[in-house]
């Protein structure tokens, strides 16, 4: 059971870095965030499509206000030696953005309203 967990991780971390290739090169922005910066969202346009990356449950986090994304590298981070242990994920872009987390996706916007799955 647990290993399925781990192969289920592998695949998370792989897709989202996948779509987040997409905006290599493109200006990233801080787009917004909520009080402590337990939710963090990270914004892009390109080709005339808007998108953000949604980071949730921040335990740390280490951002500028814009920089030219470079790509995600992504480290799986283990609370706790139990079996159900939250995953926690280092998430960064060199020396520009910087979150640890659980939760983390990325959302279309289209007239104001998310498009998942997009």
């Known amino acids: 059971m647990n290993s399925n967990i781990h192969i289920d991780s ?3 971390i792989k897709n989202f870095q996948e779509i987040t290739n997409y905006f290599v090169g493109t ?3 801080l787009f917004a965030y909520s009080p402590g ?3 963090l969202y990270v914004y892009f346009e390109k080709n005339g499509r808007y998108f953000v990356l949604k980071f949730a449950n921040i335990t740390y986090v280490k951002t500028c206000k814009e920089w030219f994304f470079g790509g995600l590298k992504i480290e799986v981070e283990t609370k706790g030696k139990r079996i159900n242990s939250p995953r926690y994920y280092k998430i960064y872009d060199r020396n520009y953005f910087e979150v640890i987390c659980p939760f983390f996706g990325v959302l279309e916007i289209l007239d104001g309203q998310e498009i998942v799955n997009a």
Request: charged share 55%; glycine share 0%; no cysteine.
């Open 10 to 12: 592998e695949q998370k």
């Open 27 to 29: 200006k990233a922005t």
């Open 37 to 39: 910066f337990r939710e």
